[in-house]
């Protein structure tokens, strides 16, 4: 304990607090055990108190009335006890600082009182403590100061009430009052709650004096160890071992120990070192106040076993001692096991940072982690009653595809109405369309519905650079499925996995994606058809599928989701409406936006909105009104305006004369689209004007020979008002041109509108670029059709745009002034269009709404432009 306590650690820190603690009789302050220590402490209360009135009498520790005084009091110690402990505590006093003092002088006096517990009694008598002695006599005092503790703040408050009870009867009075209060605070059920909290306080620290303070440590296994680990670290700093120690020379070994017969052992460690085990009563005897100082063991070195051996028995032949009391010598190899743990370090460090690489390298993979978990699934598993909230009342449009999917969620919930009637239980559904037109949508919807486990999975997840992964990864899929049926699996962009082999193979193909199409065939036909696992896949390329995934008993059904119709979109706007705020009339607005965004998926519609409630916030506005989604509507589609772009004065009189030839050629054509609105701002994307046109027929699906001449004959309008209005052209039209070749090639090739080629279909393939399907001489007849069908369409318009040069020429000067132009403003330069227009559209475009915006439909190929309605409502450049 002496050298324990000389050294600066905590540990001689914490058995100073620890003995200050047990100390005290009556309670002094506050103070808690070092934090340091906390984890040792089990979860017990250790109530200190800020009493002020009663303090310590300190006890000069050198004082030798006080020695006197210790004498005198009562003991139930042993004589041999009470000698150890004193001199214990004399060693103690000695290497401790003066104001520690009078703490050591309370210990002793308690522990003459009580009586020397056989921990402490041990501890002192042992001259060779060891760590565990430490750490178990640290646990012990700890303990042993809380007891104390404790029965002294039992004893305290018992001394607090005490005094109190001189007011008894007014006490009397007070019990009476709060019974009453009591009966009172049952009815209210908060009052109670409070009192029930207030006893539990009053529980907890029962019968503290006021000022005491009650401090709660909990036992956490994880410090523990660590903490265990750094006391060692310590320990082993400042008591270095067996193995090292006070090292002394041979002459300082002869001088000090041998000869003064101290010596009880010596001990050989590993050929190389000698522990001197000093006997201390010996030291005692021969100087009366060394012995305390004196170290239970130092070390010397030595160079050979032999010659130790040599010197040791010349050295006590010439102290004569007698061969029966020679100094035993005793040989150890001791490995110091600290050391040997500390040579693994750098093998452990390297393990730790392989699986720390490797836990990260495979994190977030759906809790599957490490190098070896890369075969796993990383599909995401979301609980229905926490993760998935969507039902179908989220999933506007699409009526039919809900339809359809409905039956898998009676499926799940009920299987046996299915089964009863020797039904096969569908496995699952292709849900495939346009991309955003909602098919996750729709799957997590059909699994907030069923409220079963759903599985999301991208199909270019099983992808991966090593072999085998794909297939094992799907394996591990399915497994996990079927461990949580009922549930559904959900394969997004299955494409990128279910792409048909045969295509595959051309130019070398890709085993390790054909195996993962294999193993998921495999995993589909293998389920039992009473195992409620539905996989629903999602794809914007149906058309590449392999046709085996897509057979009766795997993927069942094949959902297709197009683009909403006005309908539809009027209903996806109204779900994605209900978090903006807005004065609006609901249902116009539906309406008028639905009216404005033909051609658009569900996912354009959501962001329409979002971008609406953004352009909004911007500039501040206590609502979102019809601009807003006017302005989102236009950016969406166009791009954002290019204020930069600055056009020469001559460019925008070309621009603006090149949009009023469309818009009059839409406002005088039977068949063609109205205009809806211009604009010579240019936009992203190099739009250098934009014009945005009504469906003059509404949602069309079908078109007529007139509908694509006039749409074909509109769309050559901008260059034939150039060409009537200004010397020479510009390159503004190309794009004009390209959509105007289409519409004819489209004409001629697939809708059999020309009567010298016939009824016949070629397919646009672009494999059949060098081969063609067709003769030279087909070809050439091709080329003089559309030719033909263009040169049509030109003159049409070039008749229309020559005889309204005029309202060409006031539009054009219009827009160069105004630089966007509306309906309104039409109706206003032009009159009235000379056709009736559409209801459903022209509904919402009466001239009460202000300005409005038509946006194009995405027109990727020909067929699909011409295949709607045909319109051309992209951004001219
Ligand atoms: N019918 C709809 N009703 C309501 N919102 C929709 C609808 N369709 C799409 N959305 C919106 O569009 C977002 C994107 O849809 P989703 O992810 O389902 O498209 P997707 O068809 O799976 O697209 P992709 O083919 O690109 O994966 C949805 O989160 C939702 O906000």
């Known amino acids: 304990m002496a050298t324990f306590l000389r050294r600066p650690g905590n540990l001689a820190r914490f058995s100073r607090r620890a003995t200050e603690h047990i100390s005290r009789t009556i309670p002094v302050s506050t103070r808690v055990p070092s934090p340091s220590f906390s984890p040792f402490i089990k979860s017990t209360h250790i109530q200190t108190f800020t009493t002020t009135g009663s303090k310590c009498q300190a006890v000069p520790p050198n004082d030798p009335k006080s020695e006197k005084k210790g004498s005198q009091e009562k003991s139930i110690l042993n004589e041999q006890d009470q000698k150890n402990l004193d001199a214990f505590v004399k060693t103690v006093e000695n290497r401790i600082p003066e104001s520690q003092h009078e703490a050591l002088h309370q210990m002793r006096k308690q522990l003459m009182r009580d009586g020397l517990p056989p921990d402490v009694k041990n501890f002192i008598e042992k001259r060779d403590a060891s760590l565990m002695d430490y750490l178990r006599m640290m646990r012990f005092l700890l303990k042993y100061s809380n007891e104390q503790a404790?029965?002294?703040?039992?004893?305290?408050?018992?001394?607090?009430?005490?005094?109190?009870?001189?007011?008894?009867?007014?006490?009397?009075?007070?019990?009476?009052?709060?019974?009453?209060?009591?009966?009172?605070?049952?009815?209210?059920?908060?009052?109670?709650?409070?009192?029930?909290?207030?006893?539990?306080?009053?529980?907890?620290?029962?019968?503290?004096?006021?000022?005491?303070?009650?401090?709660?440590?909990?036992?956490?296994?994880?410090?523990?160890?660590?903490?265990?680990?750094?006391?060692?670290?310590?320990?082993?700093?400042?008591?270095?071992?067996?193995s090292s120690g006070r090292e002394i020379t041979w002459q300082e070994f002869r001088a000090n120990y041998l000869d003064k017969g101290v010596v009880e052992k010596l001990t050989v460690l590993n050929h190389s070192r000698v522990r001197v085990e000093v006997n201390r009563d010996a030291v005692a005897s021969v100087q009366s106040d060394a012995s305390a100082s004196q170290p239970a063991h130092v070390f010397f070195s030595i160079g050979s076993v032999d010659s130790f051996e040599m010197k040791l028995e010349q050295a006590q032949n010439q102290l004569g001692i007698p061969p029966h009391e020679r100094i035993p010598v005793a040989y150890v190899d001791e490995v110091p096991w600290g050391s040997a743990l500390l040579s693994f370090a750098p093998t452990l460090l390297l393990f730790a940072g392989i699986y720390w690489f490797s836990r990260r390298a495979g994190g977030g993979a759906g809790g599957q982690s490490g190098i070896f978990g890369i075969g796993k699934s990383r599909a995401k598993k979301f609980n229905h009653e926490s993760?998935?909230?969507?039902?179908?009342?989220?999933?506007?449009?699409?009526?039919?595809?809900?339809?359809?999917?409905?039956?898998?969620?009676?499926?799940?919930?009920?299987?046996?109405?299915?089964?009863?009637?020797?039904?096969?239980?569908?496995?699952?559904?292709?849900?495939?369309?346009?991309?955003?037109?909602?098919?996750?949508?729709?799957?997590?919807?059909?699994?907030?519905?069923s409220g079963v486990p759903f599985f999301s999975v991208s199909g270019s997840e099983?992808?991966?650079?090593?072999?085998?992964?794909?297939?094992?990864?799907?394996?591990?899929?399915?497994?996990?499925?079927?461990?949580?049926?009922?549930?559904?699996?959900?394969?997004?962009?299955?494409?990128?996995?279910?792409?048909?082999?045969?295509?595959?193979?051309?130019?070398?193909?890709?085993?390790?994606?054909?195996?993962?199409?294999?193993?998921?065939?495999?995993?589909?036909?293998?389920?039992?058809?009473?195992?409620?696992?539905?996989?629903?896949?999602?794809?914007?390329?149906?058309?590449?599928?392999?046709?085996?995934?897509?057979?009766?008993?795997?993927?069942?059904r094949h959902i297709a989701i197009d683009r909403p119709t006005m309908d539809g979109r009027k209903q996806i706007f109204r779900v994605h409406l209900k978090k903006i705020v807005t004065d609006e009339?609901?249902?116009?607005?539906?309406?008028?936006?639905?009216?404005?965004?033909?051609?658009?998926?569900?996912?354009?519609?959501?962001?329409?909105?979002?971008?609406?409630?953004?352009?909004?916030?911007?500039?501040?506005?206590?609502?979102?009104?019809?601009?807003?989604?006017?302005?989102?509507?236009?950016?969406?589609?166009?791009?954002?305006?290019?204020?930069?772009?600055?056009?020469?004065?001559?460019?925008?009189?070309?621009?603006?004369?090149?949009?009023?030839?469309?818009?009059?050629?839409?406002?005088?054509?039977?068949?063609?689209?109205?205009?809806?609105?211009?604009?010579?701002?240019?936009?992203?994307?190099?739009?250098?004007?934009?014009?945005?046109?009504?469906?003059?027929?509404?949602?069309?699906?079908?078109?007529?020979?007139?509908?694509?001449?006039?749409?074909?004959?509109?769309?050559?309008?901008?260059?034939?008002?150039?060409?009537?209005?200004?010397?020479?052209?510009?390159?503004?039209?190309?794009?004009?041109?390209?959509?105007?070749?289409?519409?004819?090639?489209?004409?001629?090739?697939?809708?059999?509108?020309?009567?010298?080629?016939?009824?016949?279909?070629?397919?646009?393939?672009?494999?059949?670029?060098?081969?063609?399907?067709?003769?030279?001489?087909?070809?050439?007849?091709?080329?003089?059709?559309?030719?033909?069908?263009?040169?049509?369409?030109?003159?049409?318009?070039?008749?229309?745009?020559?005889?309204?040069?005029?309202?060409?020429?006031?539009?054009?000067?219009?827009?160069?002034?105004?630089?966007?132009?509306?309906?309104?403003?039409?109706?206003?330069?032009?009159?009235?269009?000379?056709?009736?227009?559409?209801?459903?559209?022209?509904?919402?475009?009466d001239g009460k709404g202000g300005q409005t915006f038509a946006p194009p439909e995405p027109a990727q190929d020909p067929e699909e432009t011409l295949g709607k309605d045909g319109r051309d409502q992209t951004p001219i450049p």
């Open 150 to 242: 404790s029965k002294d703040a039992a004893e305290e408050a018992a001394k607090f009430f005490d005094k109190t009870q001189d007011g008894k009867e007014s006490k009397a009075q007070r019990d009476d009052q709060g019974k009453e209060n009591d009966s009172k605070d049952e009815s209210d059920p908060e009052k109670k709650k409070e009192k029930e909290e207030q006893q539990k306080k009053k529980k907890q620290g029962a019968n503290l004096p006021p000022g005491a303070k009650v401090f709660e440590f909990r036992f956490d296994p994880a410090s523990f160890l660590v903490t265990s680990l750094v006391t060692y670290y310590i320990y082993r700093s400042f008591f270095p071992g067996e």
């Open 585 to 845: 009339n609901m249902e116009y607005l539906e309406g008028r936006l639905a009216a404005l965004t033909p051609g658009f998926a569900g996912a354009d519609i959501a962001n329409c909105v979002n971008e609406a409630a953004l352009v909004a916030a911007r500039e501040n506005a206590e609502k979102v009104v019809m601009k807003h989604f006017e302005q989102a509507i236009e950016r969406v589609i166009g791009g954002l305006e290019k204020k930069s772009l600055v056009l020469s004065p001559e460019e925008k009189r070309t621009v603006a004369y090149h949009e009023a030839g469309h818009a009059v050629c839409g406002w005088y054509f039977k068949w063609a689209d109205p205009l809806l609105k211009v604009s010579i701002i240019p936009r992203g994307q190099g739009a250098l004007g934009y014009a945005q046109y009504l469906p003059a027929g509404g949602d069309t699906y079908l078109m007529n020979t007139n509908q694509l001449m006039d749409r074909m004959a509109m769309t050559l309008g901008g260059r034939v008002s150039e060409e009537l209005h200004f010397e020479t052209v510009t390159s503004g039209a190309s794009d004009d041109f390209n959509k105007v070749t289409s519409m004819a090639t489209a004409m001629v090739t697939k809708f059999g509108m020309s009567k010298k080629l016939g009824y016949i279909y070629y397919e646009e393939d672009p494999q059949q670029q060098i081969h063609k399907p067709f003769s030279e001489d087909t070809a050439r007849s091709i080329d003089i059709e559309v030719r033909r069908i263009i040169d049509e369409a030109y003159k049409q318009c070039r008749d229309l745009l020559t005889e309204k040069k005029a309202e060409v020429g006031i539009v054009a000067e219009e827009l160069l002034s105004k630089e966007v132009l509306g309906r309104d403003d039409m109706i206003r330069l032009l009159g009235p269009r000379p056709y009736p227009e559409s209801g459903e559209f022209a509904k919402y475009f």
């Open 387 to 449: 993760d998935i909230k969507i039902k179908f009342s989220d999933v506007a449009g699409m009526d039919e595809a809900k339809v359809e999917i409905m039956e898998f969620v009676s499926f799940l919930q009920q299987p046996e109405r299915f089964q009863r009637l020797g039904a096969k239980i569908p496995r699952g559904a292709i849900l495939s369309g346009p991309p955003g037109t909602g098919k996750t949508l729709l799957a997590k919807a059909t699994a907030g519905e």
């Open 462 to 556: 099983f992808v991966e650079m090593f072999v085998g992964v794909g297939p094992s990864r799907v394996r591990d899929l399915f497994a996990n499925a079927r461990k949580n049926t009922p549930c559904i699996i959900f394969i997004d962009e299955i494409d990128a996995i279910g792409k048909s082999r045969a295509k595959q193979n051309f130019g070398g193909g890709n085993d390790e994606r054909e195996s993962t199409l294999n193993q998921i065939l495999t995993e589909m036909d293998g389920f039992n058809t009473s195992e409620q696992v539905v996989v629903l896949a999602g794809t914007n390329r149906p058309d590449v599928l392999d046709k085996a995934l897509m057979r009766p008993g795997r993927f069942d």
